[in-house]
């Protein structure tokens, strides 16, 4: 799924131009020096989002920018990603029952959202309303192509 995926060879590139070793990238994080070296390669397709704010804060970036998608005109999954919540944290902050959140990030739900649940998700998010939808119209495209 687009978006999703962590980008190693920018975290490779980013890493190296923070001035950090694998090693110290590992200890700074609290993981251990094969974990960054999996997702360097792409062995290991997504930390946790937590994991992913954390790698963002030790090489200078923004977390969009660690992820295969346009941070300009991000899907919501990067969005979730880049707040660093799990699915659960995400329904749990704006009582959106699971199953429905999970087809809005995969693309699956096309009924409008009410306004007040859009606004849920921007503070959840922490981004305006209109960033969330327009999140929510880029899964959508992106699972219809």
């Known amino acids: 799924m687009a978006g ?16 950090l070793s694998q090693v110290e990238l ?20 997504r930390p946790h989002p937590r994991q992913l704010l954390a790698i963002a804060d030790a090489v200078g970036v923004d977390a969009l920018r660690l992820l295969d998608c346009d941070p300009t005109d991000p899907p919501l999954l990067a969005l979730r990603l ?4 799990s ?23 096309r009924r409008v959202l009410p306004q007040t649940m859009l606004e ?9 309303s209109g960033e969330v939808q327009r999140a929510i119209d880029r899964s959508l495209s992106e699972a219809g192509s």
Do not use: C, F, I, K
């Open 4 to 19: 999703s995926r962590l980008r190693g060879d920018e975290l490779a590139a980013l890493r190296r131009q923070a001035g």
């Open 26 to 45: 590992a200890s700074a994080l609290g993981v251990s020096n094969t974990r960054v070296s999996e997702w360097e390669r792409g062995d290991v397709s």
């Open 82 to 85: 880049r707040a660093g919540l």
């Open 87 to 109: 699915l659960h944290e995400v329904t749990e902050r704006t009582a959106l029952p699971y199953s429905n959140y999970r087809r809005l990030e995969q693309g699956l739900r």
């Open 120 to 128: 849920a998700l921007a503070g959840a998010l922490g981004v305006s």
